[in-house]
């Protein structure tokens, strides 16, 4: 007994007696995909890490002019960035909120629902003073 090779044209046929069998339920999926996406809420979650690296020229050699912390240099970038001028560009610029905007003119609750939705988070790390060689925050 010797088994029958199939070509492509009888995989083409297998397929194209079954296409009902293929198509609907492709169908089904695709449309259930977009349903499902399109009733997800939009929402953004974007993340930055800033690395802050101890000066490499001695300190004979050059004389620093950083003299506050990164908290606070972080905190002044967070408040120069959450301005109202600065929020509302982002907004306009990106689309966002655009239901408040229609029904809201005033910009003051949507910069109010901007700072809610956005977060700075500080971590802090352990490293080692070259100076003196003890661990500080």
């Known amino acids: 007994m010797e088994e029958e090779v199939k070509s492509l044209r009888d995989y083409l046929d297998i397929l ?51 003299t506050s912390y990164a908290d606070q240099r972080i905190e002044v970038i967070k408040q120069r960035l959450l301005t109202t001028n600065r929020i509302m560009e982002v907004v306009e610029k990106h689309n966002l909120y655009s239901e408040q905007r229609k029904s809201s003119p005033i910009t003051a609750p949507i910069v109010e629902l901007f700072k809610s939705n956005v977060s700075v988070d500080i971590i802090q790390a352990n490293v080692t003073d070259p100076a003196s060689g003890r661990a500080k925050k």
Not at 17 to 24: F, L
Not at 28 to 45: D, H, N, Q
């Open 16 to 66: 194209w007696r079954r296409k009902y069998w293929i198509a609907i339920p492709a169908l089904a999926l695709m449309i259930g995909t977009v349903v499902f996406t399109y009733s997800l809420p939009e929402s953004f979650k974007s993340q930055g890490l800033i690395l802050i690296e101890s000066q490499e020229i001695p300190q004979d050699l050059i004389r620093t002019t950083v």
